[in-house]
């Protein structure tokens, strides 16, 4: 069976020159990926440019298609790897930490993917804890909350089995959405008015991707086995598996206020009983670790607000983000 892989190696033998560069999964490239990269070095003063471009290719190389909207301002992707950077899994740094909540952490890992239904959730954030008991898994939110609402989503049929569990059903009744149905096509999620409700769905998904665990390697990742293998040993070492949304607190930039009050006063009514949830997920796939869900969302602000170690050195990215 052929993959993308030895598509693209036939296809790159008439590269103008001969010459290319690889990803981590070993698609070719037309021009090195640290190229974009460097760029926002110079532009935020990032010293550290083996750090960041390791973390810039893990995070734009993927499934996610990230490369393609990573060079916009509202780009939520680019946000946590400028701010988490610094504690990168393969970092010497290892004396960074940040405190979330009252907990301390000092490593990340960035994009993992969990098993879901056909494809895998790709989680934004990981953060593991100092004593490597608990890891913390974060989506991150800037913008989307403003420009995704709307009244009706549909998702693959495949989610059926999570999806009218009385838990989740109550859940999503219980915060205003109606209940979920089976369509022709799928499962349809709705609300009488438009709301971010792909955020709600996303987040049911990486429940189920946290309780099933770590996705094998596929052809088209961009990270390699051994960073793999470094977030299964995180994972397997774990007690504690806690999911939240982080987001961006527009209050300093004017806009989007309302819709964020919105989405987070959504996100908190709807996981106001995440315990009963992820039971229901646990019905469907056993797993004994302690899996958990924080109601209220985390704001970047609270996180670099006196809470991390290393902010004050990257000047420039604490100012655009007001941080």
């Known amino acids: 069976m052929s993959t993308t892989k030895d598509f693209s190696l036939k296809l790159a033998e008439k590269i103008p020159g001969g010459r290319c560069s690889k990803s981590f999964s070993g698609v070719p490239l037309f021009f090195e990926s640290t190229t974009l990269s460097a760029m926002f070095r110079d532009l935020f003063h990032i010293k550290d440019a083996k750090t960041f471009d390791e973390v810039f290719q893990i995070s734009t190389g993927g499934i996610g298609n990230e490369l393609k909207k990573i060079n916009s301002v509202a780009s939520s992707a680019l946000l946590p790897l400028l701010v988490f950077h610094p504690l990168w899994v393969n970092s010497i740094n290892n004396h960074f930490e940040i405190e979330i909540r009252g907990v301390k952490y000092c490593r990340v890992f960035f994009e993992i993917r969990n098993k879901v239904i056909r494809r895998p959730s790709c989680v934004d954030i990981v953060l593991q804890s100092k004593d490597e008991k608990k890891l913390l898994f974060m989506e991150s939110k800037l913008t989307e909350y403003i420009d995704g609402v709307k009244k009706e989503l549909l998702i693959g049929k495949g989610y059926a089995q999570v999806y009218e569990k009385d838990a989740v059903k109550n859940a999503l009744t219980g915060a205003g959405l109606n209940e979920p149905k089976l369509a022709q096509d799928g499962i349809l999620l ?31 990742d961009s990270y390699p086995q051994s960073y793999y ?48 949830i992820i039971k229901a997920i646990k019905k469907i796939w056993p797993n004994d670790k302690n899996v958990s869900i924080l109601q209220d969302a985390i704001t970047y602000q609270e996180v670099f607000q006196n809470r991390v170690t290393y902010l004050d050195s990257l000047p420039l990215i604490k100012e655009f983000y007001r941080l």
Do not use: W
């Open 229 to 276: 293998e470094k977030y299964m040993e995180a994972y397997n070492k774990a007690d504690e598996l806690c999911y939240a949304t982080i987001i961006y607190n527009p209050d300093n930039i004017g806009e989007g206020l309302s819709e964020y009050k919105s989405y987070t006063e959504l996100f908190r009514n709807v996981f106001s009983n995440g315990s009963d």
């Open 190 to 220: 709705s609300n009488e008015d438009n709301v971010y409700i792909e955020g709600i769905k996303q987040s049911l998904s990486h429940l189920i991707g946290i309780v099933r665990g770590p996705q094998k390697l596929i052809d088209e």
